[in-house]
């Protein structure tokens, strides 16, 4: 099976170009208030907007990540992305391509406004599992099932053949 969320995540670029808009507007609305003629002293509550923005800006720089996933043949393919360059270059990229008997277990959390996908790859070399973390926030729902689903099933194949 394969999965992706380019369609979802093509409204990232949207968001950070609102967002910026929003910070430069605040910045100019503070730079008149302090030039201007009234005796009302700036305080916390005039910056608190470009606060909340920036923790905006960040949060969305953080999950927004294209997502890809590929169980179709003997190997399972990961790879997260970033968005806002991601036609020009690969930057945040984060990949793992390893034979399907390699995975030993995962663990996907849903946090509501953040999710993820931990998969823990066994090594012959090495002990215990090696760790990889998928952002999958802006997978759909639908999607988020079949990838579950999916992974279920390669894990029960293994836990079968052990």
């Known amino acids: 099976m394969r999965f992706t969320n380019r369609s979802e995540i093509k409204i990232i670029p949207s968001i950070y170009i ?3 808009a929003v910070f430069i507007t605040n ?16 305080g916390f509550s005039h910056y608190l907007p470009n606060i909340m ?39 945040r990229v ?9 995975l030993a277990k995962f663990r996907f959390t849903n946090y509501g406004i953040y999710s993820s996908l931990t998969i823990y790859i066994s090594s012959r070399r090495r002990r215990g599992y090696k760790k990889y973390t998928f ?10 099932r079949g990838l579950i689903a999916s992974l279920n099933n390669v894990v029960a194949k293994n836990n079968q053949t052990a």
């Open 18 to 20: 609102v967002l910026v």
């Open 27 to 42: 910045v100019f609305v503070n730079i008149e208030l302090m030039n201007s003629d009234t005796e009302q002293e700036m």
């Open 53 to 91: 923005v920036l923790l905006l800006g960040v949060y969305v720089h953080k999950i927004g990540q294209s997502f890809d996933f590929d169980s179709d043949g003997e190997t399972l393919n990961f790879k997260n992305n970033g968005v806002f360059f991601s036609k020009f270059m690969e930057y």
């Open 94 to 102: 984060k990949k793992a391509e390893f034979p399907k008997r390699k």
């Open 135 to 144: 952002n999958t926030t802006f997978l759909s729902r639908k999607k988020k």
